[in-house]
């Protein structure tokens, strides 16, 4: 019987090309094995998550999971802290009766030899007994983080107060000072559903078979030694930087006029402004961005995206959004596209001299790469 690697990675777009990249990898390496994708329903965005998939090459098989009817009270989810994070645990909780037989079905016809899940997808484990496979994570941030959410059950037994109101730093084996109050919006508050579902799934890990993170020694040594060391999880595998340059073949005409647009600025002179996925920001924010922008006299290329309640499938509408005058008055020197830009691509790019971000990982690791 021939031998398979189950992925199974969390909806937003930066784990699922995050986890197809380490099943590349796994080919590269042991090109007999036959990698499968299980691939949740997204609760947004799902035509990102399409466009990318179709691009793949066909040596990965995917197994695309219906849609789920999440529970009634998600029905107000958008009013919630954290309506990303919510809506993406309840939808994978409510996956697993359809990971289940997606996982028989493949058993059927090929020897697993592992199982690898995203943090996210924890609540899988609740099905995967019936099944004699290892179960791996993939952590697609970076090892810092990792350690963070190991210690995360400690912090929770040693305090009563929400971590927003505790403005000291934390002792977190392998991390340098970081207050209670500055961890991830998620962690901040005890009573948040999700607050408790990632203290349940931080437990978990130790009782993993191990754990793969997309990270490497000499970006993290030092909170790789402490999950080894203090955590005592030896079966950790750095095996980053995992960077993919996700060119989406619908848009191509943003990836031409952005890398043209590059070619004829000076070296080291223009500012890439983005901010992921789903980096939203209101009317208000984008338009104070733009006037920081046009009053810092720089040159800049700046990735713009619908406000938080406007359909992501539109365009932006660019004159509306920013300042009355602001594109005429920084056409010089500033180019703004709409809703996406070959990030890799234009980090690589000559003509690139910094980076503003919103710190995801993947950002984080491709202009580390590009040594921005």
């Not at 035509?47 to 107000?76: C, K, M, N, Q, W």
Request: with cysteine.
């Amino acid at each position: 019987m021939e031998e398979a690697i189950v992925l199974y990675p969390s909806p937003p777009i930066g784990h699922l090309v995050a986890m197809v990249e380490l099943g590349k990898l796994i080919l590269t390496r042991n090109p007999t094995l036959s990698v499968h994708v299980i691939i949740p329903p997204s609760p947004y965005l799902p035509e990102s998550t399409a466009s990318y998939i179709s691009g793949v090459s066909s040596d990965i098989t995917f197994h695309r999971l219906p849609a789920v009817t999440l529970s009634p009270t998600t029905a107000a989810i958008a009013t919630t802290r954290h309506p990303h994070e919510s809506l993406v645990l309840e939808t994978l909780c409510f996956s697993n009766p359809n990971v289940h037989r997606t996982l028989f079905s493949i058993s059927h016809e090929f020897n697993v030899r592992a199982f690898i899940i995203d943090f996210f997808c924890t609540a899988v484990l609740d099905i995967v007994s019936d099944f004699d496979f290892p179960v791996y994570y993939f952590f697609t941030s970076g090892a810092a983080c990792l350690a963070s959410f190991f210690h995360l059950p400690t912090i929770h037994e040693s305090t009563d107060k929400n971590l927003k109101d505790i403005d000291t730093f934390l002792d977190i084996p392998g991390v340098s000072g970081v207050k209670g109050s500055d961890m991830a919006k998620p962690l901040l508050e005890r009573d948040d559903e999700v607050y408790q579902c990632f203290v349940t799934f931080a437990k978990e890990l130790p009782n993993s078979a191990g754990i793969i993170v997309n990270t490497f020694k000499e970006l993290e040594n030092r909170a790789i030694m402490a999950i080894m060391e203090e955590f005592g999880l030896h079966e950790i595998y750095p095996i980053g930087p995992l960077i993919v340059d996700r060119r989406q073949g619908d848009k191509d005409t943003n990836e031409d006029s952005c890398l043209r647009w590059l070619d004829s600025q000076p070296e080291k002179t223009v500012v890439f402004l983005c901010f992921g996925s789903l980096g939203l920001f209101s009317e208000e924010q984008l338009k104070e961005i733009a006037v920081g922008l046009e009053r810092s006299g720089h040159r800049f290329l700046w990735v713009v995206r619908n406000p938080p309640g406007l359909p992501n499938r539109t365009e932006p509408d660019l004159e509306s959004l920013l300042p009355e005058g602001f594109l005429d008055r920084t056409g010089d020197r500033g180019l703004v596209v709409k809703s996406w830009a070959p990030q890799v691509a234009v980090l690589n790019h000559k003509a690139v001299g910094g980076f503003v971000t919103h710190c995801g990982w993947n950002s984080i690791l491709e202009s580390i790469c590009a040594a921005i």
